[in-house]
T-cell receptor
């Protein structure tokens, strides 16, 4: 079945710099790729998503890139701020399936 | 105001006992889910329900039983608790099954001694 991997368990960047979090997936039939954020001690909430009919989507400081050939997608955060510190989870889903397959999470640390 | 209410926030149980985790959503959604998050497996899908019917079950153990008395309720009954069941259990919902954005509750942190 589908497998989603986040190879960076932790990413540390200086405040104001950009951060890039990468994910890979295995099933070429996956068509929906969301990102969720979990701040310390809190629940998850939706951040941004991308569908397989586009290769780029931007929302303010966040951009998601999708490379279907490489089966890779990434979350780019520009001008990082302390409130961006959190664990970011990527996920993937096929149209024919109800279930999201989740990555293991990347802890983003914003250093002052 | 939280739109997905999970009760209790914290729960301590003894091995072998039974507990029920409560979830109610007030978003008008038709699909509800349970996820588990522990140190061993960061986020693990357990169940999905739509219109009070089970859509998908990825939990191998029958000790975990979802219960849906109303469309906006999806409780989780766990029997014969084991220390390995210790985790945070998140309830989530979406407009419809397969509708993409999930909304999560605050979670119930379960510790089994």
């Amino acid at each position: 079945g589908e497998k989603v991997e986040q190879h960076q368990s932790t990413l540390s960047v200086r405040e104001g710099d950009s951060a890039v979090i990468n994910c890979t997936y295995t099933d070429t039939a996956s068509s929906y790729f969301p990102w969720y954020k979990q701040e310390a001690g809190k629940s998850l909430h939706f951040v941004i998503d991308i569908r397989s009919n586009v290769d780029r989507k931007q929302s303010q400081r966040l951009t998601v890139l999708l490379d279907k050939k490489a089966k890779r997608f990434s979350l780019h955060i520009t001008a990082t701020q302390p409130e961006d510190s959190a664990i970011y989870f990527c996920a993937a889903k096929m149209d024919s399936n109800y279930q999201l397959i989740w990555g293991s999470g990347t802890k983003l640390i914003i250093k002052p | 105001d939280p739109k997905i209410i999970q009760k209790p926030k914290y729960l301590v149980a003894v091995t072998g006992s039974e507990k029920i985790l409560i979830c109610e959503q007030y978003l008008g959604h038709n699909a509800m889910y349970w996820y588990r998050q522990s140190a061993k497996k960061p986020l693990e899908f357990m169940f999905s329900y739509s219109y009070q019917k089970l859509m998908d079950n990825q939990t191998a153990s029958s000790r975990f039983q979802p219960q849906s008395s109303k469309k906006n309720h999806l409780d989780l009954q766990i029997t014969a608790l084991k220390p390995d069941d210790s985790a945070t259990y998140f309830c989530a919902s979406s407009q419809d099954p397969g509708t993409d954005t999930l909304y999560f509750g605050a979670g119930t942190r379960l510790s089994v001694l």
